[in-house]
């Protein structure tokens, strides 16, 4: 069951990344990092809420992001010093810029 719902978290991260709709894709990061810190996948929970909270920084939900950093503030802050977040910040530093997600590419790998 865990493999499918990641599925379905990746699948509406792609869609929403495809439509240019970062809230959206902000919201998927968000709700699939609960799942994984829920399941005890702290690692890709990380990576998740990390990105959920850039995206809705860039997106001008500053309250929101602001929220997630201090909701999840021991595994945003560790995701935030990887290198693969870092990458992740830099591409998507514009609210207008719309990078095309590839399958597994930063979602659950």
Request: glycine share 6%.
């Amino acid at each position: 069951l865990p493999d499918k719902v990641a599925a379905a978290y990746d699948n509406a991260i792609l869609t929403a990344n495809k439509a240019g709709h970062i809230q959206d894709e902000a919201l998927a990061y968000e709700r699939g990092g609960v799942f994984f810190k829920r399941i005890g996948d702290e690692l890709t929970a990380s990576r998740y809420l990390a990105r959920a909270q850039q995206l809705y920084a860039v997106w001008g939900a500053e309250a929101k992001a602001d929220l997630l950093r201090t909701q999840y503030a021991s595994l945003v802050t560790n995701a935030r010093r990887r290198r693969s977040f870092q990458s992740f910040k830099k591409r998507r530093s514009s609210k207008n810029m719309i990078v095309h997600v590839s399958p597994g590419e930063g979602c659950h790998a």
